[in-house]
């Protein structure tokens, strides 16, 4: 039993009451000041609390109480006027275990008062903009809490739209609060989830932000979170980086062959995005293999669409030929012809067709198609393309001992 006077229940219940914060308040801190430090038993008055309490209509009171030990006034400061607590996430240890205690404290509440969800959304985002009336150590706290929380679900990760905020990233304060919530995030879950919730909200690509516009190079932001302990974030920024780099490359690449743009300005595009964006030849070749697939209306008749793919490929043999310099490029062409003979029914009888042409256009030589045929193709249509390779590969080996056993009679 509480020793404090408050209000009782049929006091709430008389609508004469107006129940005002101050009360609110008063009742909540002398609450927790009698329950101490033990986080289970804070969790039970909070429980047992809202039975007689309006959370519904003090939920900023009741979450600034808990966060920060008061009401806060605009900016961040802890009202001097007013009750305060020790209990409370600031005035907590500065360490993993305590903010998962405390997390715990938020779970169970919310979960016991669902109305409460909105309104603690609100209160983070709002503690976000307080940030630099915050102490360094209670930044801290909160973005080790704020990570916690937002990996077992309690909060979504759209509340992070508050760092973007113009003085908090000029400042430095929104990266810095970012390593120390990305750290408990990542210890929650792992990157995957943490990219699966930034999706969710759009906010997979939007990360640079935390910086300021002269610092937002991909190379400052793996540097700053690398030192930091998070590579993992860092190689995730840069992948999505790559990837927004080849959708920007296909784009381009179906505009200029749409234009018909000359071969060569577009090889030299080509090779200035790859060196600018770290972009592999395999992945280049990938990419332009779609770009010439998609410039196309494809007939539907199964009979036709072979002809006109070999005429489409021939005239577009030499762009690819500039992007085949290795094996591996070539056996990842090969790859992609067999997805999409596969993943379109009327090109399953082109695939040999295609194979011959660009092994006698130069886009494909003999040792990868061996490699394919033995054993890197795709389990997709393996039996169908197979068997129309047979004759072409046994050709192929048939040429190639002939051709060594000319070099052998040569020495």
């Given at each position: 039993?509480?020793?404090?006077?408050?209000?009782?229940?049929?006091?709430?219940?008389?609508?004469?009451?107006?129940?005002?914060?101050?009360?609110?308040?008063?009742?909540?801190?002398?609450?927790?000041?009698?329950?101490?430090?033990?986080?289970?038993?804070?969790?039970?008055?909070?429980?047992?609390?809202?039975?007689?309490?309006?959370?519904?209509?003090?939920?900023?009171?009741?979450?600034?109480?808990?966060?920060?030990?008061?009401?806060?006034?605009?900016?961040?400061?802890?009202?001097?006027?007013?009750?305060?607590?020790?209990?409370?996430?600031?005035?907590?240890?500065?360490?993993?275990?305590?903010?998962?205690?405390?997390?715990?404290?938020?779970?169970?509440?919310?979960?016991?008062y669902k109305y409460l969800e909105k309104g603690f959304e609100d209160e983070v985002k709002k503690l976000l903009l307080f940030l630099k009336g915050f102490s360094e150590s209670e930044r801290n706290k909160l973005a080790m809490l704020t990570g916690i929380l937002l990996a077992n679900g309690t909060l979504n990760a759209s509340i992070l739209n508050s760092l973007y905020n113009e003085n908090l990233v000029k400042e430095g304060v929104s990266a810095a609060f970012a390593v120390k919530l990305f750290k408990s995030w990542i210890n929650e879950k792992?990157?995957?989830?943490?990219?699966?919730?930034?999706?969710?909200?759009?906010?997979?690509?939007?990360?640079?932000?935390?910086?300021?516009?002269?610092?937002?190079?991909?190379?400052?932001?793996?540097?700053?979170?690398?030192?930091?302990?998070?590579?993992?974030?860092?190689?995730?920024?840069?992948?999505?980086?790559?990837?927004?780099?080849?959708?920007?490359?296909?784009?381009?690449?179906?505009?200029?062959?749409?234009?018909?743009?000359?071969?060569?300005?577009?090889?030299?595009?080509?090779?200035?995005?790859?060196?600018?964006?770290?972009?592999?030849?395999?992945?280049?070749?990938?990419?332009?293999?779609?770009?010439?697939?998609?410039?196309?209306?494809?007939?539907?008749?199964?009979?036709?669409?072979?002809?006109?793919?070999?005429?489409?490929?021939?005239?577009?043999?030499?762009?690819?030929?500039?992007?085949?310099?290795?094996?591996?490029?070539?056996?990842?062409?090969?790859?992609?012809?067999?997805?999409?003979?596969?993943?379109?029914?009327?090109?399953?009888?082109?695939?040999?067709?295609?194979?011959?042409?660009?092994?006698?256009?130069?886009?494909?030589?003999?040792?990868?198609?061996?490699?394919?045929?033995?054993?890197?193709?795709?389990?997709?249509?393996?039996?169908?393309?197979?068997?129309?390779?047979?004759?072409?590969?046994?050709?192929?080996?048939?040429?190639?001992?002939?051709?060594?056993?000319?070099?052998?009679?040569?020495?």
């Open positions: 039993m509480l020793k404090h006077e408050c209000m009782t229940w049929n006091d709430l219940k008389n609508e004469k009451e107006r129940f005002d914060p101050t009360q609110f308040q008063d009742c909540i801190i002398q609450g927790l000041n009698e329950t101490g430090s033990d986080l289970e038993a804070v969790a039970k008055f909070l429980d047992a609390s809202g039975a007689k309490l309006d959370y519904r209509r003090y939920a900023e009171t009741l979450f600034d109480i808990l966060v920060a030990g008061g009401m806060l006034a605009p900016g961040g400061t802890l009202a001097d006027d007013m009750m305060h607590t020790d209990v409370c996430v600031f005035a907590a240890q500065e360490d993993l275990e305590t903010m998962q205690a405390f997390a715990q404290v938020f779970n169970k509440l919310i979960r016991r792992d990157i995957n989830a943490v990219a699966a919730s930034l999706r969710k909200v759009n906010m997979d690509n939007r990360l640079m932000e935390l910086f300021p516009a002269n610092k937002q190079s991909l190379e400052h932001f793996t540097k700053y979170f690398t030192d930091a302990g998070l590579k993992e974030l860092s190689e995730y920024v840069r992948n999505q980086q790559s990837i927004g780099a080849r959708k920007e490359l296909q784009k381009e690449l179906q505009e200029q062959m749409s234009r018909g743009d000359p071969f060569k300005d577009i090889i030299l595009y080509v090779k200035e995005e790859m060196k600018k964006n770290n972009i592999s030849e395999q992945t280049v070749i990938g990419i332009i293999w779609s770009s010439v697939m998609s410039t196309v209306e494809w007939n539907k008749k199964e009979e036709l669409v072979a002809e006109q793919a070999i005429k489409h490929l021939k005239q577009y043999s030499p762009l690819l030929a500039a992007f085949t310099t290795q094996g591996q490029s070539e056996l990842t062409l090969l790859l992609k012809i067999q997805e999409y003979c596969y993943d379109n029914i009327h090109f399953m009888k082109a695939f040999q067709k295609i194979v011959v042409l660009f092994y006698k256009a130069e886009v494909l030589s003999e040792e990868p198609i061996l490699k394919w045929y033995k054993d890197a193709h795709l389990a997709k249509g393996k039996s169908v393309f197979l068997e129309q390779m047979k004759k072409f590969v046994e050709w192929l080996k048939n040429a190639e001992e002939e051709s060594e056993s000319e070099t052998e009679e040569g020495d």
